[in-house]
């Protein structure tokens, strides 16, 4: 099942804080998020693994509840650069399997 | 490094044709997926490798075949394409232990079906 994010859509301003939810109904072994620009491929952001164990980008902060199986995703600072649409993908017991939420819209204006 | 790379960028066929599109990667990965993305749906897992002459369905893979006889390789076979596989088409890969590890998607193939 698909993960559920929220909110579908924010806008900010240069500067502003954002935090994007991805909410699963099946337990987790991974949260991994994704930031992609329209037209192009989707960039790695971060991994959050089972047990506390993350990975990616240092301007990027996230959590993962593992009890609520819940991932947020912290953009502190807001720069242009910042504007696209950020997926999670979430990985039930190390299947192999990546499935993605639908995404949500950022975008910062100056 | 040249990473993941795609061809063709952008296909149009009829109902019912075949083709394959081409995906490979330089960077010795073991895990390798496919993926489609259509409007307000998010990537969906097509099939996926763990490794040469492994491969596994993943969330929609009906109507697509696919094959990795090499590590660098992985194409992705349409039989008979409908008008439904009208998509953006994403192959990725990534180092692979326990679990996906950081993916490194390809620039896209964009396929329209008439």
């Known amino acids: 099942q698909q993960p559920v994010q929220s909110p579908q859509a924010v806008i900010l301003r240069e500067g502003e804080d954002a935090v994007i939810n991805c909410s699963s109904s099946k337990a987790l072994y991974s949260v991994h998020w994704y930031r992609q620009k329209h037209g192009e491929a989707p960039v790695f952001l971060m991994i959050?693994?089972?047990?506390?164990e993350q990975k990616g980008h240092e301007k990027i902060s996230a959590s993962f509840n593992e009890k609520k199986q819940q991932s947020s995703l912290y953009l502190t600072a807001s720069q242009l650069s910042y504007s696209g649409t950020y997926f999670c993908?979430?990985?039930?017991?190390?299947?192999?399997?990546?499935?993605f939420g639908k995404g949500t819209l950022l975008t910062v204006n100056p | 490094n040249a990473g993941v790379t795609q061809t063709p960028k952008f296909q149009v066929l009829k109902t019912g044709q075949s083709m394959t599109l081409q995906c490979a990667q330089d960077m010795n990965h073991e895990y390798m997926s496919w993926y489609r993305q259509d409007p307000g749906m998010g990537l969906r897992l097509i099939h996926y490798s763990v490794g040469a002459g492994i491969t596994d369905q993943g969330e929609v893979p009906n109507g697509y075949n696919v094959s990795r006889s090499t590590t660098e390789d992985f194409p992705l076979r349409l039989l008979s394409a409908a008008p439904s596989q009208t998509s953006v088409y994403f192959c990725a890969s990534s180092y692979s232990g326990q679990g996906i590890d950081t993916q490194y998607f390809g620039p896209g193939t964009r396929l329209t079906v008439l």
């Open positions: 993908g979430t990985e039930s017991g190390s299947n192999y399997k990546l499935t």
């Open positions: 959050l693994l089972k047990g506390g």
